[in-house]
């Protein structure tokens, strides 16, 4: 098997990721009780939804900045997120359609290009050591170590979150972002 494109392994994923949020987001629009849903948790210990959706389109702005060289959100003041400002639903959902908005600039060819040019902060210790806590990495060994799995996690939690509260999503609803481009195209519907 050839090696996977960084392209395809950072803003690939990281679409395919997003475009799972904005769809359980939507879907989840129509409950009756989707007002309660923002705050809603897994566990009592557990970010709650709004949250989860925040941290699921950091790492994501992060490598388009990177890539720019540019800042492209507010960021807060520790740099951990961005935005930090909506209160309703569609103030979550623009949030998801910002991002993917944001990745769809990129071409694979100008990605490719940068990829080994630029770095991104790991975080290596407790963010209580301030600027001593992270370390910079190469973009691609970042993305594999943090960005894609925290990115995954977060949309798997806001999953979790939404259909324990009663909002109807099934396994597809994760799964087909994720199919290849020539099964969609053979299979609309799935």
Known sequence: MPPVPFYDAS???YTKALRVLLRILQVAETHPD???FLEARLYPDMFPLLLQVRIATKHPVRLAEALTGKQLVPWNETGSSWGERETSWPELIARVEKTLGILAQFEPEEVE???DEITLPMQVGPEELGADAFQQVPAAEFT????VPETLFHVFIAYAILRSNG???GKKDVLIPFLPNYVLKNHPGA
């Open 11 to 13: 803003i690939g994923y």
């Open 34 to 36: 989707v007002a309660t």
């Open 167 to 169: 909002v109807e999503l």
């Open 113 to 115: 290009r940068r990829a």
């Open 144 to 147: 594999m170590a943090t960005g």
